[in-house]
């Protein structure tokens, strides 16, 4: 992979517009009664059916966080099992290395960005929490919601899945952000915008400089060369 410079520029570019729509307007301007909407939308639900209280209930519990490892984990597996010995070992080191940039760009993006922002569950008066509706653990409250790591992790799980193993995995990868990502919004632990602005506009400008240069590709071979079970060192 040569250095794509002027679609980097392009996708930063894209990013910090996005993150700036949000950011400089007072009140966070357009955003902000869409946020409010979704949130009010989904909020209402959970006293007005059981069974989708449950589902979001359920949805928002640590061991539905596990699920969305085992999809990832699923996705890159079908690459895996028909792959010969040196495959599956870079199959391997691709998902070692996505996890190296989740959390480099994790950090850099709790670092820099200039948000802190507590979640809507927390924001509003006179609102429902699951927490007080169901005798269950699950997550509906977030101190410092913005940006979305779970939703940041998922975006960056989607782009590798695009750079290295093509659009149909891309596309499923996708399915797997939409499913894992969005209960956070429905239950109130995160606002929309976390996922849409923060998350989103971080992976724009962060993970371009991995995936459209051959920064990923040596961090790679780094694996590669200095992991248990390479024989060619």
């Known amino acids: ?36 909407a979704i949130f009010h939308f989904f909020n209402q639900g959970l006293v007005e059916n059981r069974a989708y209280l449950w589902l979001v209930a359920l949805t928002n519990n640590r061991a ?94 989607a782009a590798i899945m695009l750079r290295y193993f093509g659009k149909r995995s891309f596309a499923i990868a996708l399915v797997i952000v939409v499913v894992f990502a969005f209960p956070r919004v429905m239950i109130g632990a995160h606002w929309f915008t976390d996922i849409a602005v923060g998350s989103l506009s971080a992976v724009l400008i962060g993970l371009p400089w991995f995936l459209l240069t051959p920064l990923s590709d040596k961090i790679i071979l780094l694996f590669d060369r200095y992991l248990p079970g390479n024989n060619k060192i």
């Open 1 to 36: 992979m040569k250095t794509r410079l002027p679609l980097i520029l392009l996708l930063n570019a894209a990013g910090l517009a996005l993150f700036l729509s949000w950011y400089l307007p007072v009140n966070h301007g357009f955003w902000f009664p869409l946020d409010s």
């Open 64 to 157: 539905f966080d596990a699920c969305s490892l085992v999809a990832m984990g699923c996705l890159m597996l079908s690459f895996w099992l028909p792959a010969d010995r040196d495959g599956r070992r870079r199959v391997l080191m691709i998902g070692l290395t996505m996890l190296l940039i989740a959390v480099v760009l994790n950090q850099l993006a709790q670092l820099l960005m200039p948000v802190q922002r507590t979640s809507p569950s927390l924001f509003f008066k006179n609102i429902y929490r699951v927490s007080d509706l169901l005798n269950f653990p699950t997550k509906d409250a977030s101190k410092d919601s913005f940006p979305g790591d779970h939703g940041m992790m998922l975006l960056i799980f």
